[in-house]
Structure formats: structure tokens, C-alpha cells
């Protein structure tokens, strides 16, 4: 169940000033006390916040805290910042509004620290995701990196924030944070080169030292210990509860999330460690002969360490703390500088270097936090400024410091106090003037432009001549002398004469807060805020990419002899830029009151709180908001807001919106002195009125809310039952289908079971009495065709019966036929042969009638004439039919006519013979001399041959030429012609087989009755001739080759060599004649003629056996010849095809 709160629940003192039932001063800062020794920190004056430092943590920052102000009313909790957060955030994101937080009070009242609540808060609630946490967590993580470089140790604060800082966050339509711009506010720089008693330099010299690895250190020639570096005041170098080292660890991590790169990490620590180096650079005086005073540097090792780090040519950072160019009409004169203008130019530079680095970290960081999208932002600024300062010694920056405080205060003047008296004056209501102070003054006894005191510095400034700040503070005492807020000594004004709190070298102003003295002494400088132009142009020399960034003016290049604008133009140009941006947006105020002096917490110093709260007019802000109305609202938004708490102007007012409201209201039980009609607000007097209104709303909102709900769930019930009950009908449609169905199937099941029974037994009996039907007809078929049986067959019988007898009378008849064919052939026959004897015996008759006739004609030995007549004229026949068909006389003829009679058989045979032997000797007698000599010769080489040898058949047909070279004709042969003198018998040409190798020399053989010689075919040399009384025996094979082997007689002259090889093709021939001469000679024996395939030879010594083998045809050599080896000769002969 939700808890109803409100902020005025367990309420210690008031949560809200406006309802304090006696407003003094006294009840006022009592009702402060209560709260703050309750720990209720925060206090509302309508919708200000007053916050009271409690310099102690408090437990009510938490994310439940969170939650608890999340989305609820301003009015509805005990006071807290959240709420005003949560006010502001809500009227961004839903009303569309810019917003902007100031957040006003002196040093130390705890500004920053609410800053950054506001903005937690704003984060943790506000949209959620991996790129709004990133650009949350950026925004967030800036506030360290800026607060270590900005921020320093003062008597007030540990952690004063020494610069002005106005941060606008940027949203969304949604209200996810977008990113942000930071704008600073002139650094109390001056705090780097010196600091007051007590107080310290800027965190960071102290975090880097107390921080970095010795590493870091190293590389940036540092040493950790303090002491060792001139800048930083060594009294108060350790603040309690600030741990430096983790701060830098944290100031690391934060660079990092915000998006520095480790490179601009190391460039911006180079220059934080170079500002310490330059602190530490002393000069000294030394005399010039022309009795000027020069300044020379002490110890150069700083110098040179310095230069080294920021990448700077020594020489010309010395000569820079040396001398000075002036230029004057276009001439460059360069004076020296004594010991004090070296001094004034270090810490120049040193102030310089460390400011231009901190508003280059500003906008280094603006560049990562920039919002990307380009769509219409909405604003939530955030006003950190530092707070209203009176120290002991006030220079120019809290001067400075002040004018901001009191443009600020005259912001919220004018934003509260006047403003909503005007409205009131405005809308026409009722309205008791309330006094108030209106600073206006005061911001223009510094401001304005003729004689403001800004003004007269920047003419002090810019005059010519000899300008010092005394003349400044003379200037200021004449012109300001009357002016009701400025007091001076020496000022015309004779009422400080005697006024011995003002020493004369300061001016006093009335600030709202309270009487500062300020001293003049350093104003000039100040505003002038001059870096000598060497000294910019030797850093913008330098090899280090940020230092050159930082001094664009040491460019030479870009030489501008312009003044730049004074620190205090510069300031008031950026005051009045950020006074008309706060105007533009919703304000929402933090007034901090710190409670007492010492940073402690529990400590309520009433005096100070009192001096805050006049200060800051708190009192009259309570006032106005008492006196006038505590909350305002146009018509029309106020009747669209609160419409529903009236019937009749619910839901819809036709009408003017005025009188709406008035309807309204006057249905409402709120008294009438509680509101009042302007002429376009209602105002309402009291919170609590507003809290009722709000209070009726949201009753009226959960009550519509239930309507709403209630029909809605009517609906939404009603829409179920309907679509419930229809799927019920569909469903029990559905099943009694399906019940139906099934017993339907049951029905029809058990009927086709019946069905089937009545119809197994119907069939039954219709098959008995089928059966029974079947087994008459069976019955009567069968007898039927028993009865057409016995029938067919009785018809058969008597068909076959019919056949048979048809076919008895048939053969009956056929052989009655035949009986009477064979009688009639007998007949016939006996007939034929009766007449034929007749004949026989007729002709028989006749013969012998003709020979008993003839008988007498004929002698007794006729019979025998006449057989030798016939016999005669048979062989007359014969012969004669003889000489017509005889045979050719060629005595090959086989022809021989038939024999006619078998008994001429003898005498035929008889007769061919001697037909052949008389053809023969016809033949025989043509034949010529040499013609028989030759047949005789081929008679021999047949007796010799034939059947022996397979070349013999072929060589019949060739005739037996002999001198096949015609020796004794052809001149060629003239020298072998007279060496042979006998007849040549045989003149060839043959192959001499060589008897080493085997292969065939050409050559001349010649046959003689005595001899044979073989010569050389071409000169017909005689190589060999060998008597034939010497020649043993002739060797062929019995083959088709022309090879024969002469064979000689051993111990012969002619067989020194050994036998002859030699082949020719007319070897028959060679062979029957050397055979005839052997045959014809008387004085030797006859040659031997061997026929075989494997003979031996005589070839020398060697007995070589030639060996005829079948091969196979080559090259178209017919016989190849070879020797194998020294006991065989191989001859192939190819086998006929
Ligand atoms: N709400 C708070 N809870 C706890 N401590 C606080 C709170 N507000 C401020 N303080 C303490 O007070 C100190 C000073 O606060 P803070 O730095 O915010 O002052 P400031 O108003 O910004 O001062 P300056 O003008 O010098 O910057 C803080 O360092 C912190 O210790
Ligand atoms: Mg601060």
C-alpha cells in the first residue's frame, strides 16, 4: 500500500520557512538550528532550498534516497535537494522548460559539493543504456579532472573551487542526457606563483608529487618532495582527510573515462611539472658597466630541466628572462630586465602557462562531453561559482569574486523578489510593498561603463603615462567618492577621514554580504594581465604541441600589437553573457550557509548563520513568499490540471477558463482568503492549499483511475466472458458433436453387428435353400444329362451302327469292285497275253513259214558265211570310225576314242601302243644334233634330280644354254677367252661364298671338258682353275637354293684353299654337265653327286659342316649364307609361300 507523505510529516521546526507561525529573524535562524542539529540539513523558503553545510557525511544520499524522490511532488517529502533535482528535471523533460540550478553562498558553504549532488541525481535518474551511462559517466568524471586543476586548499575551504564554473547538461525529448558545454570563470591564478598563509597551491602539484610512480617522476625530472619547489608553501602541504595520491589515481582514471589519450595525459603533466621548475629558477643581480642592474639566472640546471621537458631551446628562454622587446614605431628596442622583472616575467609565465592549461583542459573536455546529436536540446545548467570571499588581505580576484556574487544575488533579486512583486502589481492583486535590498546599486559602482570602478581600471590601464595603482585608488576616490557603497580614506568623502579600519593604499565596498576592504596594490598588473611578448614567442618556439597551442600569440607571424582585452573586461563580458543566459531559463535556486568557520561539523555558529541569511535575504524571500501567494498558475493550465475536482467542470469547461476556475474553486472547501483572481493566474496563498488542490487531484486521479480501471476491467472480463463463452459454445458444439458422433459410430456399430447377424442368417438361409435350389438343379441337370447322355450314346450307337453299316456297304462295294476290276484285269491280262502269244506264235509262224519258204534259197554252210560277213562288216565299222576320231600326233596326248565291242578290247589297246610308238618316232625324227644333246642332258639332270631336289621342277622348263656370257663373242671377256683354251662348255656368272664369313663374291665360272676356272667378273682375271680329275664329289642340299659345294681332292694343288662354295642359278645345269663329263671321260671316275641338307667341307684346315635350314624371306634376299662359326656355315632358305 502506498505511504501518504508530506512535508509536513514528522516535521522538525518547519520544512518550509513560509510556515513559520511567528517570521523574526530569530525564529527564522532558530527553526535553522532545529533542523541542522536534527541533521535536516535542507530547508525550503517556497521553492528555494536552503542547505546548511554539514561538513560531515550524511546518510541521505543513497540510491534509496534516490527512489524515495523520484517522481514525487516538491511539497510532498521533508526537504531535500533531491527534490528540488528532481523539480527541476521533471519540468525539463515534461513541461519542455530550460532549466537552470544556481547555486549561490560563500567559500565553503558547500556549492561544489551540491553541484554534484544535483548532477548524481540527475544521472541516476534520467535514461538509462551503454551510450546515455557513457555520456553520464563523462560528465560526471570531468568533475575531478577540473576540481584537481581548479581547485585549492584555502582558510575556508579544503577543496575551494577557484575557478567559476556553468555547466549546461543537455537532454533529449526523452530526457537522456545528450552531453554538456562547460564555460569557466577566470582562475584565481595568481595562486600559482604565491598563496596566502595557510593555504595551498592547486591540487594537482600536490597530487602529481604525492601520486605518480617514481617513473612518472623521473621522466618529468620531479622529486616527491615538496619542500624542494618554491611555488608551493610549505606550511600547509598536507591537508587532513585529502589523500593526494588516490586523488591523482582517481584524476588519472577520470582523464581517461572522459577521453584525454595517454599522449595528452603526458603533455598536460609535462606542464604541470614544468610550472613547478619554473618556480624554482632564481635570478640574481649583476652590475653593467652603463650602472643598469641586470638579472642573471642563479643555478640553470631548473632552466635547463625546463626546457628540456617542454622541448625549448635554452638560450632562448634565458634571453627571454634577460631582456625585453618593446616595439615603439615600428622599432624593436630591447631593454634588460633587473632581478624584480625577472622575477614579475617567471611568475608571469608561470601564471600564464598554468591558466591557458586549465582553459584548454575546459575545452578539451567540452570536445569530449559535446553533444552529437543536432536535434533541439533542452537545458539543465548548473551555476558553481565561487562563493562571496572576505579574507584578511582582499586583492583584485576577490574583487573580482564579489562583482560575480553580487551580479548573482541581483539575478535572484530580480528573478524573486521583484519579479513577483511586479506580477502581483501585474495580475492586479492586493500587494503590500515588502522592502527588500536591491543590489543594482552595487553591481553598477563596478560595472558601469563611465565610471564604474572596472571601467576606471581598464582607463588606469590603458592610460599612458606612468600608471600605478595608487593612481588607480586616487582615480576611484575622486569619482566614486560619493557613491553610497564605496569608501575610501583618501576619498573626498570626509566621513573616512578618521577612519582608521582603512588603510590608505585600500578601497571598502558595501557588498550585499557584507564591507570588503580591498587592497589596490597588484590591480593594475592584474587586470593588465601582461606576458611579456618574448616570452610568449620562446614558448610558442617550443617542440611540444600543447605549449605551442597554449601561446598562439608567440606566433611571429601573427604579430598583433593589440592590446588584449583586461582580465576585468573579460570577466564582465563573460558575467553579463552567463546573467542573460540564466534569464533565459527556469530558475531554481540552492541558497549555502555554511554554519560556522572551523570546517566543523555539529558546530552552529548563530552569528555567522544570521550574517548569511540577512546577506543573502532570506528573510525577505520568506517575507514575499508570506506576504504575497505561495503559488501561481494561469487559468487554463490550473482548470486543465484541477477540472476533475468539480462536476461541472469535468471533463470538459465550456467556457472562459477564468470562470471555470472560479466555478471551480467554489465547489472546493478552501476558504476564500486562501486564493485571489489575477488577471490571467489564480494565485494560491498557501502550500498547503496547493497540497489540498494536489492532494484532491490525485484522490480524484485514483478515482478516475479506478473508473477508468473499473471499466476497463469491466471490459476487459466482459470481453473474456464473451470470447469464454463463445469458445464454450464452440467447444460443447464441439463435444456433443463429438458425443453424438460417438454414439452415432455406437448405434451404427452395433447395427451393423445386428445387420450383419440378420443378414449372416438370412444368407445362411438363402444359401440352404440356394444350396438346396442348386442341388435340384445339379440333380436335374444331371439326370438331364444321364437322360441326353444315354441318348447321345443310343444315337451314337445307332449313328455308328448307320456308319458302320454305310461303310460294310462301302467295302463291300469296293471289294465287289475290286473282285470285278481283278477279274476284268485278269481277263484283260489273260487277253493281252493271248494275243501276244499269238503274235509270237504268229511271227514264229511267219519266221518259220518264211524259213521253210527261204529254206530252199539257201546252201547248207550259209549260216557260217554270214557270220564272217558280219563279223567283217563290224570290224570294216571299226576301223573305219577309228580313222575319224583319231588323236592328235603330239606324243603327250592321252586322248584314245572308246572301244566299241568288248571283244576288240585286246585288239584297242594293242593299237593305241603302236600309234604312240609311231608318234614318237615322228617326234624323235625332227629333232637336230644339238637338240638331242640337250635333251639328253635334261634326261640326265631328270635321273640326277627329280625328286631329290625341290629347285629341280623349276629348272625344267629352262632350256640348257650353256655360255650364258657368250665368252667367245663378248670383247669383255677377251684376256679370260685366250687364257682358257679348251671349249667352253658352261659360261656363268656365280656367287663365290667366302669361306670365312660366309657372304657372296660375283664371280666368272667357266667349265671346260677339262677343267673349271673361276675369274673375276669385272677384269676376268682367273682367280681358280681347277682340273677336273681333281674334283672329288659335288654337294646340294635338297632344297630350292642354288648352293653347291665342289669338293676336292685332298692334297690336290688346287685344294690348298680348300673345297669351293659357290651357288648359281643354273646349279642343275652346272651339276649335270660336270656330271656328263665325268660320265664321257674314260680316264677318271665319275663325279660323286651328294644330295643332302648337312654336308661337310673342307674350308683349309677346318672340316665346316654347311647346314641348310628353313628361314623366312629378307629384304628380298632369297638365300642368306653365314658363318657361324669354324664348324658351321648356315645357310637359310627361305620356305615358298
Ligand atoms: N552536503 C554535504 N555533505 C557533507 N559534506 C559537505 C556537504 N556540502 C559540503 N560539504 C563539505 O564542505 C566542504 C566545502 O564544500 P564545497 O567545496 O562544496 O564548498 P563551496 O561552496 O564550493 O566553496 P568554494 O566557494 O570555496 O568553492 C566540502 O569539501 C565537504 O567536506
Ligand atoms: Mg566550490
Known amino acids: 500500500m502506498e505511504v501518504k507523505t508530506s512535508l509536513l510529516d514528522n516535521m522538525i521546526g518547519v520544512g518550509d520557512m513560509v510556515l513559520l507561525e511567528v517570521l523574526t529573524e530569530d525564529s527564522f535562524i532558530e527553526n535553522l538550528r532545529k533542523r541542522f542539529d536534527h541533521n535536516e540539513i535542507y530547508t525550503y523558503i517556497g521553492s528555494v532550498v536552503i542547505s546548511m553545510n554539514p561538513y560531515r557525511p550524511l546518510p541521505i544520499y543513497t540510491p534509496e534516497k534516490v527512489e524515495e524522490y523520484r517522481n514525487r511532488n516538491f511539497y510532498e517529502l521533508s526537504p531535500h535537494i533531491f527534490a528540488l533535482a528532481d523539480e527541476a528535471y521533471r519540468s525539463l523533460r515534461d513541461q519542455d522548460k530550460d532549466q537552470c540550478i544556481l547555486i549561490t553562498g560563500e567559500s565553503g558553504a558547500g556549492k561544489t559539493e551540491a553541484s554534484k549532488l544535483v548532477m548524481s541525481y540527475v544521472a541516476a535518474v534520467c535514461g538509462k543504456g551503454q551510450e546515455v551511462n557513457k555520456v553520464k559517466e563523462q560528465l560526471l568524471q570531468s568533475n575531478p579532472v577540473l576540481e584537481a586543476f581548479g581547485n585549492a586548499k584555502t582558510v575556508r575551504n579544503d577543496n575551494s573551487s577557484r575557478f567559476g564554473k556553468y555547466m549546461d547538461i543537455e537532454f533529449d525529448f526523452k530526457g537522456d542526457p545528450l552531453g554538456g558545454v562547460i564555460s569557466n570563470y577566470l582562475l584565481e591564478k595568481s595562486r600559482v606563483v604565491k598563496q596566502p598563509r595557510g593555504e595551498r597551491n592547486f591540487h594537482i602539484f600536490y597530487q602529481l608529487l604525492s601520486g605518480a610512480s617514481d617513473d612518472t617522476l623521473k621522466r618529468l625530472k620531479l622529486d616527491r618532495d615538496f619542500s624542494k619547489y618554491n611555488y608551493l608553501s610549505l606550511d600547509s602541504a598536507a591537508v587532513n582527510g585529502l589523500d593526494d595520491a588516490a586523488n591523482f589515481r582517481t584524476v588519472r582514471n577520470a582523464m581517461q573515462i572522459v577521453g584525454f ?56 628562454l634565458e634571453r627571454a628572462f634577460s631582456y625585453r622587446t618593446v616595439e615603439a614605431k615600428m622599432e624593436k628596442v630591447a631593454t634588460t630586465l633587473n632581478v624584480a622583472q625577472a622575477y614579475y616575467a617567471r611568475d608571469a609565465l608561470a601564471k600564464n602557462l598554468y591558466s591557458r592549461l586549465f582553459t584548454w583542459l575546459v575545452s578539451r573536455i567540452n570536445e569530449s562531453i559535446k553533444a552529437q546529436a543536432k536535434t533541439r536540446h533542452k537545458v539543465m545548467g548548473v551555476l558553481d561559482i565561487y562563493g562571496f570571499e572576505i579574507f584578511e588581505d582582499n586583492s583584485f580576484e576577490q574583487f573580482i569574486i564579489n562583482y560575480c556574487n553580487e551580479k548573482l544575488q541581483q539575478i535572484f533579486i530580480e528573478l524573486t523578489l521583484r519579479e513577483e512583486q511586479e506580477e502581483y502589481i501585474r495580475e492586479g492583486i492586493e ?22 570602478i572596472l571601467a576606471m581600471l581598464d582607463e588606469e590601464c590603458l592610460r599612458p603615462g606612468t600608471v600605478t595603482d595608487e593612481t588607480f585608488l586616487d582615480k576611484l576616490n575622486t569619482i566614486c567618492a560619493e557613491h553610497q557603497h564605496f569608501e575610501s580614506r583618501l576619498s573626498k568623502n570626509s566621513k573616512f577621514l578618521n577612519d582608521h579600519s582603512l588603510p590608505h593604499s585600500c578601497f571598502r565596498i558595501q557588498h550585499y554580504a557584507g564591507k570588503v576592504l580591498y587592497r589596490v596594490e597588484g590591480f593594475v598588473d592584474k587586470n593588465n594581465d601582461l606576458l611579456y611578448r618574448d616570452l610568449s614567442q620562446a614558448m610558442y618556439k617550443a617542440n611540444h604541441s600543447l605549449i605551442k597551442q597554449l601561446f598562439p600569440e608567440g606566433n611571429p607571424a601573427k604579430v598583433n600589437l593589440k592590446r588584449p582585452p583586461t582580465a576585468g573586461s573579460q570577466f564582465k563580458a563573460s558575467v553579463g553573457t552567463l546573467m542573460r543566459n540564466l534569464q533565459t531559463k527556469n530558475p531554481n535556486y540552492i541558497r549555502c550557509i555554511k554554519p560556522n568557520d572551523k570546517k566543523a561539523s555539529h558546530v552552529f555558529t548563530e552569528s555567522l548563520v544570521r550574517h548569511q541569511s540577512r546577506y543573502l535575504g532570506l528573510m525577505e524571500n ?104 463463445k469458445s464454450q459454445i464452440v467447444v460443447s458444439a464441439w463435444y456433443r458433436r463429438y458425443a453424438q458422433q460417438k454414439k452415432y459410430d455406437k448405434i451404427k456399430s452395433s447395427t451393423i453387428v445386428m445387420q450383419s447377424y440378420i443378414r449372416g442368417w438370412q444368407a445362411r438361409k438363402l444359401l440352404r435353400r440356394l ?19 444315354t441318348q447321345a450314346r443310343m444315337e451314337l450307337r445307332r449313328l455308328k451302327q448307320e456308319v458302320r453299316n454305310k461303310h460294310a456297304v462301302t467295302v463291300i462295294w469296293a471289294y465287289w469292285l475290286g473282285t470285278k476290276a481283278r477279274r476284268e484285269l485278269r481277263r484283260l491280262k489273260e487277253e493281252a497275253r493271248r494275243k501276244h502269244a499269238v503274235a509270237v506264235i504268229w511271227a514264229y509262224w511267219q519266221g518259220l513259214k518264211v524259213r521253210r519258204e527261204y529254206r530252199k534259197y539257201f546252201r547248207a554252210n550259209a549260216g557260217r558265211k554270214i557270220y564272217e560277213f558280219t563279223i567283217q562288216r563290224i570290224m570294216q565299222k571299226y576301223f573305219l570310225s577309228l580313222k575319224s576320231s583319231m588323236p592328235s600326233k603330239s606324243p603327250i596326248d ?73 665368252i667367245r663373242k663378248n670383247p669383255k671377256y677377251q684376256k679370260l677367252n685366250s687364257a682358257v683354251e679348251e671349249k667352253v662348255l658352261l659360261a656363268d656368272v656365280v656367287n663365290k661364298i667366302n669361306r670365312a664369313n660366309g657372304k657372296g663374291t660375283a664371280r666368272i665360272f667357266l667349265l671346260t671338258k677339262k677343267n673349271f676356272v673361276l675369274a673375276d667378273q669385272k677384269t676376268g682375271q682367273v682367280k681358280a682353275s681347277v682340273p677336273l680329275p681333281d674334283l672329288t664329289s659335288v654337294s646340294v642340299s635338297t632344297q630350292s637354293d642354288g648352293f653347291f659345294a665342289l669338293r676336292l681332292k685332298e692334297g690336290s694343288a688346287s685344294a690348298v684353299k680348300g673345297d669351293f662354295l659357290l651357288s648359281s642359278e643354273h646349279l642343275i645345269e652346272i651339276i649335270t654337265k660336270l656330271h656328263r663329263i665325268g660320265a664321257t671321260a674314260a680316264d677318271r671316275e665319275q663325279i660323286d653327286i651328294d644330295i643332302s641338307d648337312e654336308f661337310l667341307v673342307q674350308f683349309k684346315q677346318d672340316k665346316v659342316c654347311v647346314k641348310f635350314v628353313q628361314g623366312v624371306a629378307k629384304n628380298g634376299n632369297s638365300v642368306s649364307c653365314k658363318r657361324k662359326n669354324n664348324r658351321l656355315l648356315e645357310v637359310s632358305v627361305p620356305t615358298k609361300a
Open 894 to 966: 592321252k586322248n584314245w576314242p572308246a572301244r566299241p565291242y568288248l571283244f576288240l578290247d585286246a585288239v584297242h589297246t594293242e593299237l593305241r601302243r603302236i600309234f604312240h610308238l609311231w608318234r614318237c618316232k615322228k617326234y624323235r625324227s625332227q629333232f637336230t644334233e644339238e637338240k638331242k644333246a640337250v635333251y639328253e642332258e635334261k634326261l640326265e639332270a631328270s635321273k640326277l634330280f627329280k625328286d631329290k631336289k625341290a629347285l629341280y621342277p623349276s629348272s625344267v622348263s629352262q632350256p640348257f644354254k650353256g655360255d650364258y656370257l657368250e
Open 771 to 789: 444350396k438346396y435350389q442348386k442341388r435340384c438343379e445339379e440333380a436335374v441337370t444331371t439326370i438331364t444329362a444321364y437322360w441326353h447322355g
Open 431 to 452: 500587494w503590500t510593498n515588502i522592502e527588500y535590498f536591491n543590489n543594482a546599486i552595487i553591481c553598477d559602482l563596478i560595472e558601469n561603463n563611465q565610471n564604474g
Open 261 to 316: 589519450m595517454e599522449d595528452e595525459v603526458q603533455s598536460v603533466l609535462e606542464l604541470v611539472a614544468a610550472v613547478l621548475k619554473l618556480g624554482n629558477i632564481e635570478f640574481k643581480p649583476e652590475s653593467r658597466s652603463n650602472g643598469t642592474d641586470e638579472s642573471r639566472i642563479k643555478d640553470k640546471n631548473d632552466l635547463k630541466e625546463m626546457c628540456e621537458l617542454l622541448g625549448i631551446e635554452q638560450s632562448v
Open 622 to 725: 520568506v517575507r514575499v513568499r508570506r506576504a504575497g501567494y505561495a503559488f501561481r498558475q494561469p487559468y487554463e493550465s490550473c482548470l486543465e490540471r484541477y477540472k476533475m475536482l468539480c462536476k461541472r467542470t469535468w471533463p470538459h469547461w465550456k467556457g472562459p477558463a477564468r470562470e471555470g476556475v472560479e466555478v471551480l474553486m467554489g465547489e472546493l472547501p478552501v476558504p476564500a482568503e486562501e486564493y485571489s483572481y489575477g488577471r490571467s493566474k489564480i494565485f494560491i496563498r498557501n502550500p498547503r492549499t496547493l497540497f489540498f488542490l494536489e492532494e484532491r487531484r490525485r484522490q480524484c486521479l485514483q478515482e478516475l483511475a479506478t473508473l477508468i480501471q473499473k471499466i476497463y476491467r469491466g471490459w476487459k472480463w466482459r470481453t473474456y466472458f464473451l470470447r469464454l463463452k
